[in-house]
């Protein structure tokens, strides 16, 4: 070692030294010592048994069918909504199509009828600090909100655009197609959906409404096309069978005109 070396080692031990001395360390507190117990040696007695309250619920139902669930909680500034769209899941697909119902849902937020395009959307999401996910399970199809207070409303006008004028355009379906179908190749390097997917085939039949895999099998998903997802859209997603459900920092006094104002002119485009 070298002299200025030696100089560093020795200044280092003497701060170190020096520290100790002004500011020794003093023992942790044990984590339980914070609590009311004071003789460990004892078994504590036990609280008042906790008594659950379940949040209370008010419901509204607009003239074209669509079912509102409000829950009030204060806690924090945020609102959190589902939209179940009730029979718009796997168990709908037509024989021969599987994988449609997701194929339709996965086109809802793409683009809308008039714009915007994806990006778009995704830039209005980030601006309104949301985040919308849409889910296909075997029974519905759902979408996932969480906002904050003060954005619900453009919030749930999005939501709205994004359920009742969704546009199927060519380019989002061949995109949306191609991302699938890349999927569903990849699939076997994914045992656990494997498993998954030949445990409902076994129990259900593979070629059943619930035996089938819910994003649909490669060998058919080529079959599965733009015009399918449109005729789907059209049978399944009206709002007779829509349930609305809205929980957090909202009332029903402030949520009843919003859902009105958004949702009341939907359609089925069916009808």
């Known amino acids: 070692m070298n002299r200025s070396g030696s100089w560093t080692c020795v200044f280092a031990l003497l701060a170190a ?12 507190p044990v984590p339980w010592a914070r609590s009311a117990i004071n003789d460990w040696s004892r078994v504590p007695p036990a609280d008042a048994e906790p008594r659950f309250a379940p949040p209370r619920s008010r419901e509204l ?9 409000v829950v009030e909680n204060h806690r ?3 609102v959190a909504l589902l939209l179940v769209v009730d029979g718009a899941g796997s168990a709908a697909d037509p024989q021969g199509k599987p994988g449609l119902a997701a194929f339709t849902a996965d086109l809802l ?22 985040k919308i996910d849409i889910v296909t399970g075997h029974d519905q ?7 904050l207070k003060r954005t619900l409303a453009p919030t749930l006008a999005l939501l709205a655009d994004i359920v009742t004028r969704p546009a199927f ?15 569903l190749e990849l699939k076997p390097d994914r045992p656990h959906e494997v498993a998954d997917d030949v445990l409902a085939g076994a129990l259900f039949g593979r070629d059943s409404a619930y035996g089938h895999p819910v994003d649909g099998v490669l060998a058919t998903f080529s079959q599965v096309t733009r015009d399918d997802a449109q ?10 069978r829509m349930t609305l459900v809205v929980a957090g920092d909202v009332t029903v006094a402030e949520l009843a005109p919003l859902v009105h104002r ?3 002119h939907f359609h089925a485009l069916a009808d």
């Open 262 to 264: 958004f949702l009341h």
């Open 141 to 147: 199809s759902t979408v996932h909100v969480l906002t």
């Open 169 to 183: 355009s060519d380019g989002d379906a061949k995109r949306v197609h191609a991302d699938r179908t890349t999927h």
């Open 76 to 78: 924090l500034p945020l």
């Open 109 to 130: 937020d793409e683009s809308l009828l008039g714009g915007p395009d994806a990006l778009e959307l995704d830039a209005r999401k980030d601006e309104l600090g949301a």
């Open 231 to 240: 005729a789907f859209y059209a049978d399944h997603f009206a709002p007779k």
């Open 17 to 28: 030294n020096t520290a100790d001395a002004q500011s020794p360390t003093l023992p942790e």
């Open 61 to 69: 139902r607009l003239y074209n069918g669509l079912r509102v669930v």
